[in-house]
């Protein structure tokens, strides 16, 4: 059946350095591909999203590329701050339905 | 943007006991509720859907007389453990879905211990 895998965390970083969290997917169909971050003490929220191949989302200087190829819809980020730190979830969802499928969370650390 | 609440933020009870989670959303009005768990290291996985007056609807392996699931309201689905046991602890996220926009908005989720 479909699912993701993400990278095992925590990520630990200095502020200021480069950021990339790995998801790839399994897929029988053509799913859109999202990114969810949640803050502590909050829900998750959705962080970008990319509906179909060679898309890019991009929010708040993060950005993910669906990359059919290679199944992948990294996270990246060119200079984390502390305010970063969270817990990173990648998801799947085929249009006309509710079910989001999601990875097991990876958790950002970053350090002033 | 929109909040849904979830309460308890996190709750510890005795095995066999029953508990009951809200699920609010507090400035919007929510058709579909869904209901999520996660175990440590896992996948967030649904375990149902409501929509607001009609029974929910149940992903497969979920037992739904285990987990009861109410949507009384277009603001409050509640999920009851029953009869809860060590297996069943675990954190519990709530989403809800907005009339006419679409996005999800996720509650902060609810962490369970069965002793």
């Known amino acids: 059946g479909d699912s993701v895998t993400q990278m095992e965390g925590p990520v630990t970083l200095s502020e200021e350095a480069f950021l990339t969290i790995n998801c790839t997917y399994t897929?029988?169909?053509?799913?859109?591909l999202f990114w969810y971050v949640q803050y502590p003490g909050e829900g998750l929220q959705l962080l970008l999203k990319?509906?179909?191949?060679?898309d890019k989302g991009s929010n708040k200087g993060f950005e993910a590329t669906y990359r059919k190829e290679t199944t992948s819809f990294h996270l990246e980020k060119g200079s984390v701050q502390v305010s970063d730190s969270a817990v990173y979830f990648c998801?799947?969802?085929?249009?006309?339905?509710?079910?989001?499928?999601f990875g097991t969370g990876t958790r950002l650390q970053v350090f002033p | 943007g929109a909040v849904v609440s979830q309460h308890p933020s996190w709750v510890i009870c005795k095995s066999g006991t029953s508990v009951k989670i809200e699920c609010r959303s507090l400035?919007?009005?929510?058709?579909?509720m869904f209901w999520y768990r996660q175990f440590p290291k896992q996948s967030l996985m649904l375990m149902a859907t409501?929509?607001?007056?009609?029974?929910?609807?149940?992903e497969q392996g979920v037992e739904k007389d285990k987990f009861l699931i109410n949507h009384a309201s277009l603001t409050l689905s509640t999920l009851t453990v029953t009869s809860a046991h060590p297996e069943d602890s675990s954190f519990y996220i709530c989403s809800a879905r907005s009339r006419g926009i679409g996005e999800l908005f996720f509650g902060e989720g609810s962490r369970l211990t069965v002793l």
């Open positions: 409501s929509n607001e007056g009609s029974k929910a609807t149940y």
């Open positions: 400035d919007f009005q929510a058709t579909t």
């Open positions: 897929a029988t169909g053509y799913p859109s």
């Open positions: 990319a509906t179909k191949a060679d």
């Open positions: 998801a799947l969802k085929y249009k006309n339905t509710d079910k989001l499928i």
